[in-house]
């Protein structure tokens, strides 16, 4: 059995949530021996063709919807979990579900793969005030990655991230995939969802999907906003967060309550698939993560993002190819989206160029990622004889 281990998992969506929960979907389809393994979250279901097994959690303050799980002393799992018999466990994260897919990699002397998805220290010290305990957890993530048989980033310029943590281990490159690049065509799809949204035939569709915390730059993407709210255009926040209702009282504020709009949390993807098809333009100046899924999903759906240079986020975009890049501050921003404003033409080239060089299927991730299971698991084997 391969088990992917993770904190957290639908109905808790984040980029890392939903890319466990693609790995276990199609790689059941292809070998039909998987698990995840995971923490309780309020409404999970669970009912898919896999198995997923949850332990004990309770909510994280300031963090909402995350959970802190407690896999050690939840005794009926534990004694659940270790009876099964797996053959790789491959951890997301290194937090609870990561110690404990360490734990059983030990004791059953099997490979361990392990991916990078974010950028731990900046959530510590969002948390944490303390810069020598942020360090001493940042030491301590550096030693479970060090443990692993492989370490898996999600795009290049990540590894310039794990390289300033202190790894200096190997890296192996795989890509995040995309349940939007199914071809499907959109122009009606766009069409609609703009007539129902009310959109004039030149106002421009602003987009942007994620957790609505300020480490996504929110603070920053409201004001260059401001600089152009007499331009024509709508902008649709999509997501939830710590700082969702802070968020509503500064577009009050900024004067851009007849401009912006909040959707609120989308768990129905085919309902985010419309939005992002309807969007002119996807607006993610995150200098916080490291591989967003959500860029790639909008690329798929031909909705090229703008993004800040020289960002880790950007490191797929390519400026005025299949993406727009804009220097970090609120003036360049908003001048950026100003400019594309007047040019749809371009956009729409863009669009396309991206869903056809940032957009991969999961089926087809799903292919290399098993070949690598397989690849290493025949070199643990030769390694313990």
């Known amino acids: 059995m391969i088990g992917l281990f993770n904190d957290c998992f639908p109905p808790i969506m984040d980029g890392v949530s939903l890319t466990t929960q693609n790995y276990a979907y199609w790689l059941n389809r292809k070998v039909g021996d998987v698990c995840v393994v995971t923490s309780t979250a309020p409404g999970a279901k669970d009912d898919g063709a896999y198995p997923v097994y949850r332990y004990s959690s309770i909510p994280i303050p300031m963090r909402k919807p995350y959970r802190l799980g407690f896999p050690r002393i939840d005794w009926p799992f534990h004694a659940r979990i270790h009876k099964l018999s797996f053959d790789l466990v491959h951890a997301h994260c290194p937090f609870s579900s990561g110690a404990l897919a360490m734990q059983i990699a030990k ?14 220290r900046s959530d510590f010290e969002r948390a944490i005030p303390c810069r020598k305990l942020v360090d001493y957890l940042i030491r301590k993530i550096v030693s479970f990655y060090e443990m692993a048989d492989e370490v898996w980033i999600p795009q290049a310029a990540v590894e310039d991230t794990l390289r300033e943590y202190g790894y200096k281990g190997p890296v192996e490159v795989v890509d995040n995939g995309n349940d939007f690049a199914d071809g499907r065509p959109i122009d009606e799809v766009r069409r609609l969802v703009r007539q129902t949204l009310g959109l004039g035939k030149d106002e421009m569709m602003l987009l942007f999907v994620g957790q609505h915390i300020w480490e ?12 152009i709210r007499e331009q024509s255009f709508r ?9 969702a209702s802070e968020l509503r009282r500064r577009v009050a504020k900024l004067a851009l309550t007849e401009k912006v709009t909040f959707v609120g949390a989308l768990t129905d993807r085919e309902k985010l698939r419309r939005y992002y098809a309807a969007a002119d333009l996807f607006l993610f100046p995150s200098l916080y993560d490291n591989a967003p899924l959500v860029v790639r999903e909008a690329a798929a759906l031909h909705t090229p993002s703008v993004m800040i240079e020289n ?8 400026d005025f190819s299949n993406g727009f890049l804009s220097p970090d501050s609120v003036e360049a921003y908003a001048g950026k989206v100003v400019e ?5 033409r371009l956009i729409a080239e863009v669009g396309e160029r991206a869903s056809r060089t940032i957009a991969r299927s999961w089926e087809d991730v799903a292919e290399e990622v098993y070949d690598r299971y397989t690849n290493l698991m025949k070199r643990k084997k030769q390694w313990i004889q």
Do not use: C, E
């Not at 960002?311 to 390519?318: K, Q």
């Not at 594309?340 to 749809?344: A, S, T, Y």
């Open 107 to 120: 004791s059953q002397r099997i490979p361990i793969v392990a991916t990078f998805h974010s950028k731990y």
């Open 216 to 227: 996504k730059n929110l603070g920053f993407l409201l004001d260059a906003l401001s600089l």
């Open 235 to 243: 902008m649709y926040f999509i997501g939830s967060g710590y700082a």
């Open 311 to 318: 960002s880790t986020a950007a490191d797929i975009i390519t």
């Open 340 to 344: 594309l404003m007047r040019q749809p």
